[in-house]
T-cell receptor, first 116, second 109 residues
Framework: KAGVTQTPRYLIKTRGQQVTLSCSPISGHRSVSWYQQTPGQGLQFLFEYFSETQRNKGNFPGRFSGRQFSNSRSEMNVSTLELGDSALYLC???????????????FGSGTRLTVV | DAKTTQPNSMESNEEEPVHLPCNHSTISGTDYIHWYRQLPSQGPEYVIHGLTSNVNNRMASLAIAEDRKSSTLILHRATLRDAAVYYC??????????FGAGTTVTVRA
């Protein structure tokens, strides 16, 4: 089956611009999470969506936002880009659900964002 | 967030087992223990997860201590392709994975 698809793979933006990243989860997965990975801070949780609702949010400024569509595809947006936003942005999908059962997450290959 | 503690690095010989320890003394009763690994230039890859009982899959085994304050990921026969950063993560009711620094595993041919 197709994996988690993130587009674009690479992106170069200028400070002050905004950017939108896209994530298509595995078919049937309803939960999509976003993570930022940098050499200094490692992998940090941004937010998680399930059935078009944000269920949890990490400790990032309001410039970072996201949404999920009815087909479970998700986008994240970063406004007023700063040099420190340069990172690998990873999306992960899972079946999700509201019970206490946990399932594994499948990650995409990420979008490498460079802010100059 | 509940924290995990892992060694920074481990070395292994090819075709030998690898035991990766993880301490999580502040684990709560509903936290799941997840393991992921990340190869260079790739996103993390799911390895295994469990709650209380030991778990086995085609990739690895997860041994969970009776008090759940520690766990061990076991790669039964290491190959060169198993060289990666391995993350031990606790997942609580908030659906997020809190990654630490992980253990860098080197496999010698």
């Amino acid at each position: 089956k197709a994996g988690v698809t993130q587009t674009p793979r690479y992106l170069i933006k200028t400070r002050g611009q905004q950017v939108t990243l896209s994530c298509s989860p595995i078919s049937g997965h309803r939960s999509v999470s976003w993570y930022q990975q940098t050499p200094g801070q490692g992998l940090q949780f941004l937010f998680e969506y399930f059935s078009e609702t944000q269920r949890n949010k990490g400790n990032f400024p309001g410039r970072f936002s996201g949404r999920q569509f009815s087909n479970s595809r998700s986008e994240m947006n970063v406004s007023t880009l700063e040099l420190g936003d340069s990172a690998l942005y990873l999306c992960a999908s899972s079946l999700g659900g509201t019970g206490r059962q946990s399932d594994g997450y499948t990650f995409g290959s990420g979008t490498r964002l460079t802010v100059v | 967030d509940a924290k995990t503690t892992q060694p920074n690095s481990m070395e292994s010989n090819e075709e030998e087992p690898v035991h990766l320890p993880c301490n999580h003394s502040t684990i709560s009763g509903t936290d799941y223990i997840h393991w992921y690994r990340q190869l260079p230039s790739q996103g993390p890859e799911y390895v295994i997860h469990g709650l209380t009982s030991n778990v086995n899959n085609r990739m690895a085994s997860l041994a969970i201590a009776e008090d759940r304050k520690s766990s061990t990921l076991i790669l039964h026969r290491a190959t060169l392709r198993d060289a990666a950063v391995y993350y031990c993560i606790l997942q609580g009711d908030d659906y997020k994975l809190s990654f630490g620094a992980g253990t860098t595993v080197t496999v010698r041919a």
